[in-house]
């Protein structure tokens, strides 16, 4: 049928700004059962919530962004279906949404004291056409997609030429603290150091599927897929000033060396391609028991290229080639005696495609130049029952994950480097993951709904690693098998308690409660620093205030808890340990909404 809505939102944040959310939809049905389209636009306006006390601009970390979908169904025939869909997202960013801890260890007003500038923009296009076809004995579906991504992020920071290197900003933080300054007079030794980071893909996927019939003891599904990427990056050092600079000294040297205060360049692009077929076939062998075995096989082939370009000398590096094909195999066994039991056990192997280092290649070293595959075998079983007439809804899994070959971002010694270290991804070992989850829903009464999940994961390294640099403090450390993985609790829960009043004259008023608990959890696997445990309560509540016409109030972190979730190392041999950056990603700090809902 014909409709549409207008969703309006608009947000307080504590020690923020007011954000701004607008959201339009239709559906217009063209030729009944025949050709219909349906559009989505959006518009989010967040003002952000940290200052940054350096460059004293408030809600630095603001952003806007638009966004778009517009799709198309067509029918021609009873047996041919296509759909055709496109979707823009267009993301500019500033600042970014890390807080100093060192100055402000509890939250309570997110800042920042840095003297980099930061904005990024990240523009996405994505369009698919799929098409099913009904033969009677399967069906035959063809998708097609294309990916246009690109972004660019701008970081602007001083430097210092001294003999010490330590730079402007490491200078101001000291000066800010009260910390003595021994290195003189430095305002006539500074110059800016703009860079400009940028990277597009280009992507085309297609893929082929055909789907059996389920009509007897036998149903498989057969299909190849087919991806070509073709991504480029590009990253600026700039030092303003240095062109003019130089040429005065010596005319034209300048204009050589720094062409438009370019420093150094560091262009890139790779060419990836990936080829697999897959199947499954499932076997019925009485009307409670199936059994189902499949696989894929991929082969995945990528050409890199890289330079520099430093001091008017260009060294170019490429193609540099990695190839790699492997079979992913899987197995699974279920028990369906009834609709409202299941009982099942799978087993699956999945992996992440290896890659070249282009430092290694670019700067040598003894580092290998290309690193694997690294793949991960996942067993698990599970149970899912519905009880009383389907008011209650029970899930629990059990699960264990086998990693090999993993895929590893380290700094290391190499004495055979040129800086005697080097950074590169590495197969570092292996891992496993134990866990259980645990989902309930039940209505525990007309209109009262209570939906809980709880899950417990133990991941650890099987393996001691080689030595690595600590992202902290920059000495290299061994990191002992039986450590646990980074960013992996113990527990996390989700919680909410949802009343609904069925009463038209009231407007079908609801209220829903909700908690959030997420464990303890290591931050980085070189460092072991802690992230403690936090809880979010979240609270809900609207009605249908006129025809077509609703509310809703919104209270997110209710209880205004602002908690570290991640940190973030950015230690580059500080010469001045008091001021290295202590930065914390952190809960959005209380967030008061206000939504209106218009139906068509």
Same mark, same amino acid.
């Given at each position: ?20 959310? @607008? ?71 500033? %600042? ?24 990024? &923009? ?6 698919? *056409?799929?098409? @099913? +076809? ?7 579906? $063809? =998708? ?33 603290? %009260? ?51 073709? $991504?480029?990056?590009? @990253? ?25 205060? *370019? ?5 890139? =692009?790779?060419?990836?391609?990936? *080829? ?5 076939? %499932?076997?019925?062998? $009485? ?116 990693? =090999? ?6 700094? +290391? ?13 590495? /197969? ?14 039940? &209505? ?27 992202? &902290? ?18 527990? /996390? ?14 407007? +079908?008023? +609801? ?17 072991? %620093? ?62 008061? $909404?206000?939504? *209106?809902?218009?139906?068509?």
């Amino acid at each position: 049928r014909n409709e549409g809505a207008l969703h309006l939102t608009t947000t307080s944040v504590a020690d923020g700004g007011v954000n701004f959310l @607008t959201q339009g939809m239709f559906n217009a049905v063209v030729s009944e059962g025949k050709f219909a389209v349906r559009g989505v636009l959006a518009y989010n306006d967040d003002a952000g919530f940290i200052d940054n006390e350096a460059t004293g601009e408030d809600d630095w970390n603001s952003f806007n962004q638009l966004s778009g979908r517009l799709m198309a169904t067509w029918a021609p025939s009873d047996t041919v279906r296509i759909d055709a869909s496109y979707i823009k997202q267009d993301l500019d960013r500033n %600042g970014n949404n890390q807080v100093d801890g060192r100055f402000d260890p509890d939250f309570d007003d997110p800042s920042q004291l840095t003297w980099r500038m930061a904005d990024a &923009e990240n523009v996405t296009d994505i369009g698919n *056409l799929t098409m @099913t +076809f009904d033969l009677g004995f399967a069906e035959l579906m $063809s =998708s097609t997609s294309y990916l246009d991504k690109s972004q660019r992020q701008n970081v602007e920071f001083g430097e210092l030429f001294v003999f010490d290197a330590v730079s402007v900003e490491e200078w101001s933080l000291m000066e800010y603290m %009260g910390l003595p300054i021994e290195f003189g007079d430095l305002s006539s030794q500074v110059t800016w150091r703009p860079v400009i980071a940028t990277a597009d893909a280009q992507s085309v996927f297609q893929e082929f599927r055909l789907v059996s019939r389920d009509t007897g003891t036998f149903d498989w599904i057969v299909g190849a897929y087919y991806a070509d990427v073709t $991504s480029g990056f590009d @990253t600026d050092v700039y030092l303003e000033g240095m062109e003019d600079a130089v040429n005065a000294v010596e005319p034209g040297i300048g204009t050589m060396l720094y062409p438009g205060d *370019l420093y150094v360049s560091f262009p890139g =692009s790779q060419d990836a391609t990936e *080829l697999a077929v897959y199947g499954e076939l %499932g076997i019925d062998f $009485s009307e409670v028991w199936k059994l189902t075995v499949g696989g894929r096989y991929f082969d995945f082939e990528s050409e890199t290229y890289s330079s520099s370009t430093s001091w008017g000398w260009t060294d170019e590096i490429g193609p540099l080639p990695f190839e790699e094909s492997d079979f992913m195999p899987k197995v699974s066994l279920a028990y369906h005696p009834s609709n409202d039991l299941l009982w099942y056990a799978l087993a699956s192997r999945g992996y992440r495609v290896g890659g070249v280092n282009e430092v290694v290649a670019q700067y040598g070293g003894d580092a290998p130049l290309t690193y694997d595959t690294d793949k991960l075998w996942n067993y698990e079983t599970g149970v899912k029952k519905t009880w009383a007439n389907g008011k209650v809804i029970t899930d629990v899994t059990l699960f264990y994950i086998d990693w =090999s070959d993993i895929q590893l971002p380290v700094t +290391f010694m190499d004495p055979s480097s040129p800086w005697g270290m080097t950074s590169a991804i590495l /197969n570092t070992g292996s891992a496993h993951s134990l866990g259980a989850e645990a989902f309930l829903s039940a &209505e525990l009464a007309p209109g009262l709904m209570f939906v809980t999940s709880i899950a417990w994961t133990e991941a650890e390294l099987d393996e001691d690693t080689m030595p690595i640099m600590n992202g &902290e403090t920059g000495e290299f450390v061994v990191v002992p098998a039986g450590t646990q993985l980074p960013g992996t609790p113990k527990w /996390n829960t989700s919680t909410m308690l949802q009343y609904y009043f069925n009463s038209a004259k009231l407007g +079908f008023p +609801f209220i829903e409660l909700s908690h959030t608990y997420k464990g303890e959890v290591t931050d980085e696997l070189s460092v072991q %620093g802690i992230i403690p445990s936090w809880n979010l309560f979240n609270l809900r509540f609207g009605a249908t205030v006129a025809k077509d016409l609703q509310v809703s109030l919104a209270v997110n972190n209710l209880l205004d808890d602002r908690q570290p979730m991640a940190r973030w190392y950015p230690y580059m041999g500080s010469f001045v340990p008091e001021v290295q950056p202590e930065m914390w990603f952190i809960t959005r700090p209380r967030s008061i $909404s206000l939504t *209106l809902q218009k139906n068509f």
